[in-house]
């Protein structure tokens, strides 16, 4: 991300924040006072004032500094969309976005999460009307079991709105990091391309055949997380 | 009898139709037995034996009970116990707590002491199979051989003029189930609510009623949504059962699903498979001989049966001896067909060594030895590969394929391969289904079934709706609950045969109910009448009649309840299938690639094609699990599993996906048949087939790792063995 000078307009608390990039430092600037004096030691392991924005509206929890974003927000704030399926990062089940990148929530702690916008799988639809990824989900039978789907939902609304025209390569690579055991790749695959085809003459910005356009880490490299994975699990 | 609507005249049966649940699946508000909270609801952890096998001295749960946020803790094994005081495989449940917080449940199984006396173990087939090997299993270690025979094997083998000699063998494959086992118990009263992860409502009561030691009665199994289950959650689980007594000891609702780790460890598996086989065919290429020594483990005191030679060949002479081995891990459960995706790789590799030995084109010798038709000369129904090779062969390209080793220059190989199945799930005649109509219009089918992720609600509310002449939406299927009729679990690909003849003959009873209500006021006979688009109406003047909603007031307080049982003639059994496959094999790194599946499949009368279509798909992509990528290790030291996670417990993601070509053969004049297992039989056999014919080297062994085949191509280069 291109790091804004002070002086620029648009400079938030917020954006210094993500240009930092430091969790622990969100933490203690925008948690609750009560971190303020944990903050030179440990915290916990006792619960902690952690106040997290999910899906726009700002809950204040009691949680020890050891309760993962996924089971804060499973547990605590009772919304189950997102699944817990392999609880350490490598299905995609549980994946969220915040600040507009995916992320796996099994794999970070809420703790580290405060002063982010966190969205979840329930916040996609507006009203009663499906977004147009879920939509799509539904009418190509992009689900079986249904229980890896909001998963599959959130990494599809992430990349769509990175990059609203992804080439089918760039739309099987953001999906790399999600597993679906019924095997719904096929028709998943097709439903994240089909906004793209229904929302082509709204004339967002193009991204050229072969760049991975607003790419996340993994989509730049180029290579799907699990072929990664995959390679050097062969390579021993 | 009832029958289905003649097929010009069906709105709903047949069409690609969207699920139902869709929309509550996408948004997440499906609530699954992992998502259910209930007020006041604690977190249940188990403890399980981090020994492969072990007697249990003692268990002292006292810290445990005393640690912060417990409100409940058992011991679950009774070291007075004699042979039950003994864990036989890794994670067997020890002890479990309940404690208000997840975190605080894993704290205070932490703080169980146990007392092992460790055991010697055994953790693979060659270990059990030593002569000196220690008796870990009361039964023994290797069962003694059971015997199938047709013919006389010793004729056919003299006879035979080419023989093909080998072992071959499957690996252990884990279910993987998304949504772990587990459930949540709440006990009102004597009364138990259990919403459970399962694949069978109606059989998760009975266990749980007979583990608890309470009336069948008393019990009531929920499951709205389940997060797949491929035949490991047909059984009563006895982590629910642990739940419903934390629940009871702690007074209060428990959750209890299982980790990541210990689903891979106790929810079963699919055993592994070696068979030994001698196979030969005469001089002309007529299949004559098939002789198999047969064995493999599913784990701790569980069978691993699968039958060879896999019936879709002929040979007028075969013989099986099987011997099941023990050893020290978790025991196998059902896992989609079982056994046949084994005994496919088996017969369907030596199949191709036989074309190879004769030099002919495999799909050659396939078609001449195919079993033979009926008496009537035809091949029956469900029996249809000599239609089926073809077409498949046709879409893949077969006329170019090459014999076995491409010999294009460059690391880079292509290869074809192909493999049949036969599968046999038939209707449950005990099936059970209500249907109801309220006087306002409403339409509801009760019927005890659950949707495994296959589509089984949308295809009950399809034909009710069907029946009535309404649209989809109009009518409720209420599934997934022990309050509701009987139907089986979902296993053995039964669900359909079961569940859709016995819907619409309690969906045709309440709407001939609902004529006879309605006959009168038009002056017709009720036999008279139809449903259609939202009317009932005379069938021979359609003008004449009434909406839907102003039939259903006729009924003025009384609601139609309708019981159907089911009935013959609306489904059928059995279904058969071809897939064909095409990789490329990097024979530097030994990766393969496959590049297209082609699957023609009997779908018998298709009720859903959309979600008909997805099961193909589905089963298609597990079997490319099953032959490239799955494979439970074990440490051979230590017994204990080396990848219980799904990281280095590898599933085909989305960049492993082929194109898939799926044909449905539709043949309504068989009515409904079941699909959820045929389509994952023949995959990792024709993939396997494939490879050898892209790098000219036999691959006896699944999964087709990278290094399996640099070793394979390694041990041609040395003069090998073959």
Redesign the interface.
Known sequence: MPSKKKSEPGFSRRTFLKTVGAGGVAAGVIGPPATAEAQAGALGPGPVPVQLNVNGRVHKLEL?P??TLL?AI??RL???????????G??G?CTMIADGRTIYSCSVLAIDMQGKAIR???S??SGTV?HP??QA???K?G????????GF?TSAVALLERNPKPTPEQA??A??G????????????EAALAPRAASGARGQREVPEGSAGGATERERAGV?P??Q??EA??RG | MASWPPVSDRALIGKSI??L????????????A??V?RPGML?GRLLGSPHPHARIRSIDISAAQKAPGVRAALALIDPAAGEAAKVRYQGEEVAAVAAV???AAEDAVRLIKVDYEVLPHLATIEQSMRPEAPVVFPKGNVTPASERTEGNVDEGLAKAAHIVEGVYSTQVQTH?????HGGVCEWTGDKLTAWVSTQAVHSARDGIAKALGVPQADVRVLAD????G?GSKLGFDRQVVVCARLAKAAGAAVKLML??KEEHLVTGNRPSAFARVKAGTDASGKLVVFDAETWGTGGAGQGAGFSVPYPVYFFPNWRQRHRDVYINAGPQRAFRAPGHPQASFVTETVMDELADRLRIDPLELRMRNLRPPDASGADPANRQWRKYFPMAAEKIGWSKRHPTGDATPGPLKRGLGCAANIWAGAGNPKTLASCEILPDGSVTMRIGTQD????TRTLVAMITAETMGLPLESVQAAIGDTNHPFAPGSGGSVTVGSVSPTVRVAAEGARNALFAKVAPALGVEPTALQAKAGRVSVTAEPAKGMSWRDACKLLGTEPINFQGNWEKGLSDVGTSGVQFADVEVDIE???TRVKKIVCVQDAGMIVDR??A??QC??????GLGFAL?EHRILDRNTAQMVNP????Y????????PE?DVTLVDQPERGVVGLGEPPTISTAAAVANAVTNAIGVRVRSLPV???AILSALEQERAGGTL
């Open positions: 020890e050891r309760v089971d499973r547990n009772n919304l189950t969309g997102v699944k817990r399926v392999c609880d350490r490598s299905c089940a979840t799988v329930e996609f639809t499906l990824v879920q989900f539904c009418e039978d689900l079986m079991c249904g229980f890896c789907t909001p939902v099987r690579k999906l790399d999600n597993i679906c055991r019924c095997g719904t790749y096929v028709r998943v695959l799907g699990r072929e994975l995959r699990v062969r | 969207k699920r649940d869709g929309p509550a699946k996408t948004q997440g508000t499906a609530k699954y992992y998502d909270s977190y917080t997840e975190e993987t189930s998304l949504e772990t949504y389940m997060g797949g491929f980790s990541r495994i992720g296959t589509g790194t030994g990766i959309l979600t279509e997805s798909i589905g089963g298609i992509i597990m990528y996670n799904m990281e280095f590898l599933l085909p993601g989305m960049s492993d996906i898939i790792t990278p290094q």
